[in-house]
């Protein structure tokens, strides 16, 4: 009698698991994505005091505009690239999805050229590929269709989180893709060139995501020598 008495126990325990477990799950998820939205959504005092400039300036010319997070917003792009005028909208820590809802700003500087580079705070806060897939092809439509060409960056990282590693490559590949159904679009293959067996070398890194001097020199050698190629 005990036996079978210990029997139903487990049953009936094994069953109110199988019951929960998909509930548990959903919760999980649903927390995940509130987290991942709020994360988005906070924006820090550097990022409202930059966007305060921004919508400041208003509109505004130049020969290169740049667009994206701190890859794009540390570099002192108006001595590394051969134009007139650059302009520098980069704000560190953007998602694609702050990128976004910034666009109308963004646009207030009109310039031939923009280049883009963005994704990696989207991946830290594990985004899918898809969600910041479909946000970049709503950015890159936007910007061809206000401006003139528009060189749109790989994404480069260093970490063990093979996850993230994997991500940066399919997403790499999606931009590329994107790029191509625009005539005025470029893929920048700069993960090509920095990387050595998938990972931001430290040759041209200081932090396994930002980029050193001489990691600036190489990009801005590309940029210079595709921008130049395209004007002709």
């Known amino acids: 009698m005990f036996n079978i008495t210990n029997k139903k126990k487990t049953r009936l325990i094994f069953f109110i698991i199988l019951l929960i477990t998909p509930f548990v799950f959903f919760q999980k998820n649903k927390l995940k994505h509130?987290?991942?939205?709020?994360?988005?959504n906070q924006?820090?005092?550097?990022?409202?005091?930059?966007?305060s400039q921004f919508k400041l300036i208003g509109r505004s010319k130049s020969d290169v505009l740049f667009i994206g997070d701190s890859?794009?917003?540390?570099a002192e792009w108006h001595e590394l690239i051969n134009a007139n005028k650059v302009?520098?909208?980069?704000i560190q820590g953007t998602t694609t999805e702050n990128l976004i809802t910034l666009l109308p700003v963004i646009n207030l500087s009109e310039a031939p050229t923009v280049v883009l580079m963005i994704g990696i705070n989207d991946i830290k806060r594990e985004y899918s590929v898809?969600?910041?897939t479909e946000n970049y092809e709503r950015i890159i439509d936007n910007l061809v269709s206000r401006h003139g060409s528009v060189f749109v960056t790989s994404l480069l990282l260093d970490s063990d989180n093979q996850i993230h590693l994997r991500k940066v490559i399919s997403?790499?590949?999606a931009i590329n893709n994107i790029a191509k159904k625009y005539p005025t679009a470029k893929y920048i293959d700069l993960y090509k060139q920095l990387t050595i067996n998938g990972k931001l070398s430290s040759e041209y890194s200081v932090d396994g995501t930002h980029l050193n001097g001489k990691g600036y020199q190489q990009w801005s050698l590309l940029l210079n020598n595709s921008i130049g190629n395209h004007q002709e």
Do not use: A, M
Request: overall charge positive; aromatic content about 6%; hydrophobic content about 30%.
């Open 43 to 51: 924006k820090s005092t550097y990022y409202t005091e930059k966007v």
């Open 171 to 173: 997403l790499n590949t």
């Open 130 to 132: 898809k969600i910041i």
């Open 71 to 74: 890859l794009i917003d540390n």
């Open 87 to 90: 302009i520098n909208r980069g």
């Open 34 to 40: 509130l987290i991942q939205t709020e994360n988005t």
